[in-house]
């Protein structure tokens, strides 16, 4: 359920802007996506696992924050983050 390392830094390394990236909006926010998407996997299976759910709820709304945040401060990466994760807005 959770990230692998090798998984984590894998998609570090495709969303960085550069060498010593781990922290920027766009990371985080491809991060964040990536673990909505196993525990939407899980939830689909496990349809009364509440605590997931809150969780996910969670994440979601983490997400959102952040990438309303990119919309204000970087129009351009914010569409280049949308388009490549597959996001919808």
């Not at 984590?8 to 969303?15: M, N, S």
């Not at 010593?20 to 926010?29: S, Y």
């Not at 964040?32 to 998407?37: M, Q, S």
């Amino acid at each position: 359920m959770t990230l692998s390392k090798e998984q984590k830094a894998q998609i570090v390394a495709d969303h960085r802007l550069h060498e010593k990236d781990t922290g920027t909006p766009e990371v985080q926010i491809a991060l964040l996506t990536a673990r909505v998407n196993d525990l939407t996997n899980h939830m689909k299976s496990h349809t009364k696992d509440f605590h997931t759910r809150l969780g996910l709820l969670k994440l979601v709304g983490k997400r959102r924050r952040l990438l309303d945040y990119l919309k204000d401060n970087d129009i351009e990466s914010y569409r280049q983050i949308l388009t490549r994760l597959g996001l919808r807005r």
